[in-house]
């Protein structure tokens, strides 16, 4: 069966830090990765996602995420993290000939300390 | 559109009462998603629905869980009799009927069991 790892369950930063959340998933065929982010109390969102071409990708509020074929992994990054990046990160990983199913990772915990 | 609907968004109940969770997916969307998010076990997917039709209930915990969509604005969740251990924040998300495409997410509901 497929999955989603996230290596970081929680990380703490302070403002301006470069951020680095790792995402790996098994599965050998084609594959669409999505990065969700959940504010506190709020429900989740799209922050980027890859289905073809650029394996750099670049989502909302200077989040970025590299797909890695070779290693199965599909990181989210931004240089300079901002207190109102708090919140809670899901990566998900949307597999060809699986109906539409979609399997999301157990999110890593993001605090930004001002 | 006002995006994927959730009612209630919070629910007290007591251990062995009937809970009854609902979702009106976006308009046109073909694809509904329960979702159970708990800290322990993330993001789990308990079933989903193709144009009405239930395609994975492997999810769903046990008996006492129960999915019905009985036309396309419109699912439940039901939980007979509910258990403690059943508190959880439960999303309904929707998509497009197509591959590749974002789900949109519901603000969850909030269930508490005593």
């Known amino acids: 069966a497929q999955s989603v790892s996230q290596h970081n369950h929680h990380v703490i930063l302070s403002e301006a830090a470069s951020l680095e959340l790792g995402c790996n998933y098994s599965y050998g065929g084609t594959v669409n990765l999505f990065w969700y982010v959940q504010y506190p109390g709020q429900h989740l969102q799209l922050l980027l996602k890859y289905f073809s071409g650029d394996p750099l990708v670049k989502g909302i509020k200077g989040f970025e995420a590299e797909f890695i074929k070779s290693k199965f992994s599909f990181n989210l990054r931004k240089p300079s993290v901002q207190w109102s990046d708090t919140a809670e990160y899901f990566c998900a990983v949307n597999a060809a000939n699986t109906g539409n199913q979609f399997y999301f990772g157990t999110g890593t915990s993001l605090t930004v300390i001002p | 559109d006002a995006g994927v609907i959730q009612s209630p968004r919070h629910e007290v109940t007591e251990m062995g009462q009937e809970v009854t969770l609902r979702c009106k997916p976006i308009s046109g969307h073909d694809y509904l998603f329960w979702y159970r998010q708990t800290m322990m076990r993330g993001l789990e997917l308990l079933i989903y629905?193709?144009?009405?039709?239930?395609?994975?209930d492997s999810g769903m915990p046990e008996d006492r869980f129960s999915a019905k969509m009985p036309n396309a604005s419109f699912s439940t969740l039901k939980i007979q009799p509910s258990e403690p251990r059943d508190s959880a924040v439960y999303f309904c998300?929707?998509?497009?009927?197509?591959?590749?495409?974002?789900?949109?997410f519901g603000p969850g509901t909030r269930l508490t069991v005593l």
């Open positions: 629905f193709n144009n009405n039709v239930p395609i994975d």
């Open positions: 998300a929707s998509t497009l009927d197509a591959d590749y495409n974002e789900q949109f």
